[in-house]
């Protein structure tokens, strides 16, 4: 399975069955947290058979049921760690989901003081992905339409690779399904992406820009 067909078939589960993950599963999501920890000065940390964080009432307030293993999303504190956590967190998601597995990122609903992961003074927990073998695959979310969340400068001129990348962030999880993002074409094939004010949003920012970059491929633009 490709990065985009993962995209396509990602959808958030939030109710588990109790499969265990396979260590060589476990392995693999292992390599990966360990590029992305390197590349972006993360320290995600893969959390197995640790219900207690999803049994609290803020937990079944989330609808969540049978969760035991999630990814911790922490790093270092900084001027950009929301969007850091959203981009290499949702890089963990499609591979998990090329893995055949499920996922749901939680901003709130989990509780912090029983999740088992290890974080450093100078570091913060910005959001949990749970990921396991779902009951179910879920379901596609509703999308805005293009030209709610992008702007070109030439509209005469629409580039198939900038059209690419903003249908591959359509389909990208956003906190309450909010979709607050806005990619713009500027000249010289460089894109600024931004986010409004709400819940999650710079983190949601971190996600959809990755999910442009793989829609966008081998084409060459820059971010501005
Ligand atoms: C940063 C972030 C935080 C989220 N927090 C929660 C949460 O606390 N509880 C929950 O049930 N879903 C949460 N979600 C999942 C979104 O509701 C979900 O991604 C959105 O409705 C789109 O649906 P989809 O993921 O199936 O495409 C969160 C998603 C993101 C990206």
């Known amino acids: 399975m490709t990065l985009i067909e993962a995209m396509h078939t ?18 693999a999501l292992q390599a990966l947290i360990d590029r992305c920890n390197s590349e972006g000065n993360m320290h995600i940390q893969l959390v197995t058979n640790n ?5 609290s009432r803020m937990a079944r307030y989330g609808k969540f049921r049978g969760v035991r293993n999630f990814l911790a999303i922490v790093g270092k504190r900084g001027s950009n ?16 989901q090329r893995l055949g597995l499920n996922t749901c990122w939680v901003g709130l609903t989990y509780s912090k003081r029983k999740a ?28 805005k339409l293009q030209n709610e969340v992008s702007k070109v400068k030439n509209i005469d001129f629409v580039p198939v690779w900038f059209t690419n990348g903003v249908n591959a962030a359509l389909l990208a999880p956003t906190a309450l399904n909010q979709q607050k993002f806005k ?39 820059e971010w501005v």
């Open 183 to 221: 990619f713009t074409l500027l000249d010289g094939n460089k894109v600024h992406a931004s986010a409004s004010l709400g819940y999650f949003t710079k983190v949601d920012l971190g996600i959809v820009k990755l999910h442009f970059e793989l829609g966008v491929g081998d084409e060459k633009f």
């Open 81 to 96: 760690l929301d969007e850091r956590a959203g981009y290499y967190g949702e890089r963990l998601v499609l591979e998990a």
């Open 51 to 55: 219900p207690e964080a999803f049994e």
């Open 10 to 27: 990602r959808h958030s589960v939030r109710s588990y069955t109790n499969r265990d993950i396979e260590p060589e599963k476990q392995q």
């Open 116 to 143: 088992a992961v290890t974080i450093e003074s100078d570091e913060k927990l910005v959001c949990l992905i749970v990921v396991g073998y779902g009951v179910n695959a879920g379901v596609p979310h509703k999308v």
